[in-house]
């Protein structure tokens, strides 16, 4: 007999995203049942719909269990209480049992009201203010002795995302990525609403500009000449990258090879591992990219649209890397500061040919952002379709074939 019970509500366009059908599946896939005892279905598809579900399960453990794995769905507890408050007992330390967010959008109840949580991404704390009625997300690293953190999953509502009313690659989930699928139809919806976002951009419009996070790769394979048009046609605002990629594209505007590989020539010149060493020697020499472009030092390449474009950049270290470049920042936690404070104001994220910045970045951004995964492996994009959005999309190909037939579909004419 399923003695522990608990009425649970769902209500959005439940039906047309298939939110109802997960709900109901993952109850009976965790061993629980369930009765709808109400159902109201909108007649349009503007109109909402709502579904009151009664969750039954053996024990009080399972229930939870059970209420915990749908509520990423919308499925809030029909009881309404406020969310429970607990201190932080140190600096970095959550109290246990706190709230863990997931990327999409949340409310908590404090004091009777419905709060919408600020900042949200994934696998952060709530850090609540009761006076001014304020809930904002804070990483662990950054908690404060007596921070009043949201501890269990009372008093929280996750909002489902709703399959978006564009018809185009983004309305549908791609986590099925395969090597073999057709690119161009997926790289022409890209394109579209890049130039979408273009004109808002050049509008002031928020949420208008366009993430790109990239790896070398991009300029090993040929992808530069594309990228660096992007970014001079204002179709990319900001950039995520390492050490490596700012390195070879300079190396490429002052040897002409990228990891000693003569792009002209069409071979590896004598000597050529050298250059990159070479470049961020003489970069340092100068004080920053930024000097070195407006010098006239670095005339061509990626780099140098970004500073005469003013793109935001933010260069993450690694462990690996030789220098570093002027810029680069080589703490791994301020790196990831300076990534969350460039993701407000991004409308669309490209994260092309860097599994540790492709993956760094999916951590950052929020379901709401629609997302291009591109890379030659294919469990890079994979795993970030699979990140529970309707709008991450997953492409299997080489960075510079998507960039350049990318670049092509807004009239790059290379």
Not at 218 to 240: K, N, P, Q, S
Not at 371 to 392: E, H, I, M, Y
């Amino acid at each position: 007999m399923m003695q522990d019970q608990e009425a649970v509500v769902l209500q959005g366009h439940i039906i047309d995203s298939l939110i109802l059908a997960k709900v109901l599946d993952t109850i009976l896939m965790m061993g629980g049942t369930f009765d709808i005892q109400d159902m109201q279905i909108g007649k349009t598809r503007e109109e909402s719909s709502r579904a009151r579900i009664i969750v039954r399960a053996s024990s009080a453990k399972l229930l939870s269990e059970i209420l915990h794995a749908i509520q990423p769905h919308g499925a809030s507890v029909e009881s309404e209480r406020d969310c429970r408050l607990s201190v932080a007992p140190a600096d970095g330390i959550f109290p246990d049992e706190f709230y863990a967010t997931t990327h999409l959008s949340t409310q908590v109840r404090v004091r009777d009201q419905w709060v919408e949580v600020e900042g949200i991404e994934m696998d952060l704390g709530v850090r609540v203010d009761r006076v001014r009625l304020t809930a904002r997300t804070v990483p662990m690293g950054e908690v404060k002795k007596g921070d009043l953190i949201v501890t269990g999953r009372e008093g929280v509502r996750v909002i489902p995302l709703q399959r978006p009313r564009d018809r185009d690659v983004f309305s549908f989930m791609e986590s099925q990525v395969s090597a073999e699928r057709p690119h161009g139809h997926i790289i022409g919806d890209i394109a579209k609403r890049l130039v979408q976002l273009r004109a808002g951009f050049r509008e002031g419009k928020a949420g208008s500009k366009v993430l790109l996070a990239g790896g070398p790769a991009i300029v090993h394979a040929g992808g530069r000449e594309a990228l660096t048009w992007l970014i001079d046609e204002e179709f990319i605002h900001v950039l995520f990258c390492g050490n490596a990629l700012p390195a070879h594209d300079m190396e490429v505007d002052l040897y002409g090879t990228s990891l000693g590989y003569g792009h002209a020539a069409g071979r590896v010149v004598p000597h050529g591992h050298e250059h990159h060493l070479r470049t961020i020697n003489r970069i340092r020499a100068i004080g920053s990219i930024e000097a070195a472009v407006r010098s006239g030092v670095v005339k061509t390449g990626i780099m140098a649209a970004c500073v005469k474009r003013g793109a935001h950049v933010v260069m993450a270290g690694t462990i690996r890397d030789d220098g570093p470049l002027p810029g680069v920042i080589t703490d791994s936690v301020k790196a990831q500061a300076a990534m969350r404070a460039a993701i407000p104001g991004i409308g669309l994220a490209l994260l092309v040919a860097s599994t540790l910045h492709a993956v760094a970045t999916g951590n950052l951004l929020p379901a709401t952002i629609p997302s291009v995964c591109v890379d030659v492996n294919p469990a890079v994009p994979t795993k970030l379709a699979d990140r529970g959005s309707f709008q991450a999309v997953g492409l299997v190909m080489d960075a510079a074939s998507f960039l350049r037939e990318l670049a092509r579909e807004l009239g790059w004419k290379p």
